[in-house]
């Protein structure tokens, strides 16, 4: 039992959990994530370290309520308890002095994208940071991300805050001002990371994106989370989540992230149902 | 019972058309009077030639003698002196190949079905001694503890038995687990109509009685290293991390959505429950049309599975022929009656989808037996100009499994063989790391729940030596 000892709601539909898990917290690095269950009947579903502290002997999840289960998961409360947390999982991002390293965030991806941002200026790289959402009651994390980067770009797609439009029309004027970028993170809904990529190929910048296919044991013994990279089945729990964007066969993981959809909608009407 | 001495007693089973639809346990067991029976067939042999297919040693005329003589929990007792998991045994053991294989009434008649009889005595045990679960441990019990601390890594069959075995000599001993129940295969993979949870809990339980403590999500290798457990206080490591790593056939379209591994397949449904949709809510995609590819044990549990999960057609596609099958031979047989088509010397060469990346077809080839290739097996050839295409909604690849990377990956001095097998001594289980042991799947490759034990256990006496060894005593 893992026990969460803060909850917050930081937008709209979006949850935060601080939870209990001190051998977990000491061994956290930006880019890891964890699976958690909730209780004996719930699934196992994976979500990033969003922050630890290993002297409080804590992490931090931060997640959208998307389906069934991350519904049940916000409906935890502070001191309640998790019944399963497993992590670290995943290979760290790797962190190293680039220069200057352009992080793009579209919705609930900032919280996977923060830790890393930090983690990148920690080491002494420029952070150009851009993050966005359809509407501004979906923007987290503005004050950290401000903190973890050396500029920061907000849009939204209807312009209710900072500027109106796609990450990706900030990152096309980066480029056409001639900034320097060394590398780049893309890290959001599977369109937004595909369309980055799309542009930063044909300027020939690195980019890295963090996969979310879909996942049971996050340990590599299934083979569900499997995606093509540059020809080569992968699975993203153990090889990723980051992989090269440019190498990344984006049709095929649209494709089997929608393989329980009918099952997803079914779960989740009658969770809500249960609950109206 | 006025029988043949020569015939065994029949087990009774759930009938086939009941039993494809419910994930009950299939084979119902013994009677009483069906243990006695099939026990005074026993000759009693001296030479004791059954014991030697056995990888634990279990005495079986010892066990088999005091049920014949009705003394059941003292059977039960014999038995866990050398096997602490004799009611999974009786189950899944390949008996066929071992102990009875070696019987002498089996030279002319059919052997003693030893397997049988173990899962009776413990069975009964459970039922007769607390029907609560918990077992009579004072007599394994170790007299004086403290003699120091281990860490199991892995909770499988290989890893119970290790730590099983290290508690009844004293030492505080930890298991380290992965996922979120322990079990390894047992809980994940094998389904409950062969294995029950109820009995799989049962045995874990005596374990955990023993002085074992289980942590379960604990993934070694990522929340702690084999070094830091070494310096971090314990005096040995046994890694007993199985072979989950799932292969695939590397052919066009086997990311389309409906192609399983069967490791996938059968986590989702046994350890996840999704043959308990939707109370349950982990999904499962089985459609009516399953095809699954192989034909080992794991192979026959997806096929029967699928079944069980509603399909209307389920075929077992294997590229040898009958002989060759890898599978036990009672779970064919169990898979026949349940209905399971075996479409043999036949090989899937392209999965088809629809529109929508869900698979729909798959296209096949069939062979035919050439000569002889390492295995000794004779090679399948495909005959050119064969091809077909058969209509299918799930296929279930169920080809092999390799052994579990995620603590070689981060244990650069953990010496492995080029697919990914711990290289260990065959007679401790040493690695290439002082202190750090291994075995079951995870040093030979996918093999059985009782080679795995057997490892275990050799493993614990090797540390058990190494410790005294070292803190002299
Ligand atoms: C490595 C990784 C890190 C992630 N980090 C975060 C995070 O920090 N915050 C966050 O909000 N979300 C994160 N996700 C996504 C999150 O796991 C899913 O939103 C969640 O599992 C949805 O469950 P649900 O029952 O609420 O929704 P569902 O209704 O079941 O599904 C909604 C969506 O989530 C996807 N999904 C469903 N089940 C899984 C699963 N078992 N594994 C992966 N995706 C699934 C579906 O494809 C669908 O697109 C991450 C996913 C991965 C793989
Ligand atoms: C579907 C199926 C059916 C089978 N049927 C039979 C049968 O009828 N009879 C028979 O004899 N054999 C059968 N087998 C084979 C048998 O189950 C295995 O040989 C046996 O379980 C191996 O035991 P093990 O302890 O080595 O590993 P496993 O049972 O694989 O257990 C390994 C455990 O280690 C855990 N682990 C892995 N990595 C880590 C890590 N880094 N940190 C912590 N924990 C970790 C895993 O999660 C797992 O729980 C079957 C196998 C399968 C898959
Ligand atoms: S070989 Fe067969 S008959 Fe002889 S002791 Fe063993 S089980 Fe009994
Ligand atoms: S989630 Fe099972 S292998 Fe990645």
């Known amino acids: 039992m893992y026990k969460v000892v803060k909850k917050t709601r930081i937008a709209d539909v979006v949850t935060l959990l601080e939870i209990e898990a001190p051998a977990l ?3 956290a690095r930006a880019g890891q994530f964890v699976i958690v269950r909730l209780n004996e009947k719930s699934e196992r579903i994976p979500l990033t370290l969003a922050n630890w502290d290993a002297a409080a002997g804590t992490i931090t999840i931060i997640f959208q309520h998307a389906g069934r289960s991350t519904h049940e998961l916000a409906d935890v409360q502070e001191g309640g308890e998790i019944r399963d947390v497993v992590g670290p999982l995943g290979t760290a991002t790797e962190i190293e ?104 190929k044909q300027h020939g910048l690195r980019t890295v994106v963090s996969l979310d296919s879909v996942m049971i044991d996050g340990t590599g013994m299934c083979g569900g989370c499997r995606v093509t990279v540059g020809g080569e089945t992968k699975f993203t729990c153990v090889d990723g989540p980051d992989f090269d964007a440019h190498q990344v066969d984006w049709a095929e993981l649209v494709m089997r992230k929608k393989t329980y959809a009918h099952q997803e909608k079914c779960q989740l009407d009658a969770y809500k149902g249960g609950k109206g | ?147 120091g601390k281990v860490a199991i890594v892995g909770s499988g069959p290989a890893g119970l038995t290790a730590a ?11 298991i380290m687990e992965a996922l979120h129940d322990p079990g390894g295969v047992l809980a994940y993979g094998i389904p409950p ?3 029950p949870r109820t009995i799989l809990n049962r045995e874990i339980d005596y374990v955990r009685s023993l002085g074992v403590t289980i942590e379960t999500n604990a993934i070694v290798g990522k929340l702690y290293t084999l070094r830091e457990l070494l310096n971090e206080g314990y005096d040995a490591v046994f890694v007993g991390t199985g072979a989950g790593l799932p292969q695939f056939m590397k052919i066009p379209g086997e990311n389309l959505n409906g192609v399983y591994s069967a490791n996938e397949y059968l986590t989702r449904i046994n350890l996840m429950k999704a043959y308990k949709y939707p109370e349950y809510p982990t999904p499962v995609r089985v459609g009516k049309k399953v095809a699954v590819i192989g034909a080992g044990n794991v192979a026959m549990d997806a096929a029967r599975c699928s079944l069980r999960m509603g399909a209307e057609e389920v075929s077992i596609v294997y590229r040898r022929s009958r002989a060759e099958m890898p599978a036990r031979a009672e ?12 479409d043999l010397l ?59 990377p995620v603590v070689r990956q981060s244990e650069p001095d953990l010496q492995t063989t080029k697919w990914g097998g711990i290289i260990t001594d065959e007679e401790t289980g040493l690695t290439s790391i002082p202190g750090i042991y291994a075995g079951g799947d995870a040093v030979t490759g996918a093999a059985t729940v009782i080679t795995a034990m057997g490892a275990g256990k050799k493993a614990a006496r090797a540390i058990d030596a190494y410790v005294r060894e070292k803190k002299g005593l």
């Open chain 2, 164 to 174: 099983g075995e290290l508690a009844c000599m004293g030492y505080d001993v930890t």
């Open chain 1, 97 to 200: 002095n680039y220069g200057t390293v352009v992080c793009v965030g579209g919705g609930i991806g900032v919280a996977v994208l923060k830790p890393i941002a930090k983690a990148l200026k920690e080491a002494g790289n420029t952070v150009i940071s851009i993050i966005g959402a359809r509407d501004k009651s979906l923007i987290i994390l503005e004050d950290e991300m401000r903190e973890a980067s050396s500029e920061l770009f907000i849009t939204t797609d209807n312009g209710s805050y900072g500027r109106q439009g796609f990450v990706s029309n900030v990152l096309t004027d980066l480029i056409a001002e001639g900034r320097k970028i060394d590398l780049v993170f893309a890290i959001g809904p599977v369109p937004m990371m595909r369309v980055v990529a799309d542009l930063t």
């Open chain 2, 1 to 147: 019972m006025g029988k043949e001495i020569g015939i065994r007693e029949e087990m009774p089973r759930q009938a086939p058309e009941v039993r494809r639809c419910n994930f009950d346990e299939v084979a119902l067991g013994y009677s009483v009077e069906q243990a006695v029976g099939e026990a005074k067939r026993c000759l009693q042999c001296k030479k004791k030639p059954c014991v030697a297919g056995c990888p634990v040693e279990v005495d079986i005329p010892a066990f088999v003698h005091l049920i014949a003589e009705e003394k059941f929990l003292e059977a039960a007792k014999s038995l866990k002196t050398t096997n602490a998991l004799p009611a999974i045994c009786g189950r899944v053991c390949p008996q066929e190949e071992q102990c009875e294989q070696l019987c002498v009434l089996g030279k002319r008649d059919q052997p003693i079905a030893i397997g049988r009889l173990e899962r009776f005595a413990a069975d009964y045990e459970a039922a007769n001694v607390d029907p609560a679960g918990k077992c009579d441990v004072t007599d394994r019990r170790p007299p004086v503890a403290n003699m």
């Open chain 2, 193 to 195: 109509f062969r294995l």
């Open chain 1, 25 to 27: 917290a000491k061994k």
């Open chain 2, 346 to 404: 036949t090989a899937p060469i392209r999965f088809i989808g629809d529109d929508e990346g869900f698979l729909k077809a798959m296209e096949c080839i069939r062979m035919e037996l050439g000569e002889p290739d390492s295995s000794g097996r004779r090679r399948p050839v495909p005959m050119e100009g064969s091809n077909y295409i058969q209509e299918v909604d799930t296929a279930v690849i169920a080809i092999g499994q390799s052994p579990n």
């Open chain 2, 331 to 342: 779970e064919i047989e169990n898979a026949e009656e349940e209905g399971v088509k075996m």
